[in-house]
């Protein structure tokens, strides 16, 4: 009875302590979160080691990630950076890799023009504009189109969105540069 119980009151802790809500964290202004992982080998502890830390700003977003490996180097790396609760600038960064891979290195500016999103840019390490993405809406402000450009404007594919009566979307067309039709999705409401 007292095992269930304690393992019970354990699964609650678990949960109440991995989903603490933007709000909790604002109001006992909590800065950032470290998570040790701790592995064990017939019941006795093995290792330990930060496996996590997250900084959080003053509105209790996280705006720097870090994964770490077992070692204690920077697995991944990832930073956000808000305007009016949006994220305009985001970061990520894997240093670790396996098989003798490439690090993958990737960062997304967002722009928006009121609460529309308007353009994703995608950047290189060095800053170089690598992928364009723009956003068009119709006049209930739904996605209508996004075009799709390479680092030099030169526009790669369009999305076109179809909505019904409802504002519900009917269809989404694929269509690359030369205007030819790559793929086209229905959707059915029942």
Known sequence: MIRTFFISALLVCSITVNGQSKKLLRTYGIQS???TTVKYENGVEISRYVSEKEI???DGEWIEQFDYTEEGEIKTYRSRVYHKGEVIDEVEDKRIVKNNDKPEYSRTQ???DKDELKKETDLDEEGNVVRVKTYFYNNFEDVSEVTIADGEQNIQEKLVYTYDDRGLRIE?????SE?????SKHYAYE
């Open 33 to 35: 979160m470290t998570e």
């Open 179 to 183: 205007g030819v039709l790559l793929e």
């Open 172 to 176: 989404k067309q694929r269509i690359d």
């Open 56 to 58: 959080f700003d003053k």
């Open 110 to 112: 967002y722009t928006f």
